[in-house]
């Protein structure tokens, strides 16, 4: 059984930062590219980074600069790294397949950045 157990988020002001952890169960982790999206209130859910299994990455132009998102194998755990943030950074950030499974969604994580 597949599921992804995000944590790591929080309260942070503008200009702070976060890592969030992906945790991952099950045995397509090493084969599918891996995504990090997020759902601020009111909004439709985005992707904001995605890695492949040869470790390609990509971003959302909102956070190219800010973003690196990375997986570590050994420990079936992809994180975001997230530097420079922006209140517009508050939202729920998920790990899925990139692109998204249905099934696999979890709880999320919030990430709300004020002063």
């Known amino acids: 059984q597949v599921q992804f157990v995000e944590s790591g988020g929080g309260l942070v002001q503008p200009g702070g930062s976060l890592r969030l952890s992906c945790a991952a169960s099950g045995s397509i982790f090493s084969i599918y590219t891996m995504g990090w999206y997020r759902q601020a209130p009111g909004k439709q859910r985005e992707l904001v980074a995605a890695i492949t299994s040869g470790g390609s990455t990509n971003y959302a132009d909102s956070v190219k600069g800010r973003f690196t998102i990375s997986r570590e194998y050994a420990k079936n755990t992809v994180y975001l790294q997230m530097n420079s943030l922006k209140p517009e950074d508050t939202a729920v950030y998920y790990c899925?397949?990139?692109?998204?499974?249905?099934?696999?969604w979890g709880q999320g994580t919030q990430v709300t950045v004020s002063s």
């Open positions: 899925n397949t990139s692109p998204p499974t249905t099934l696999y």
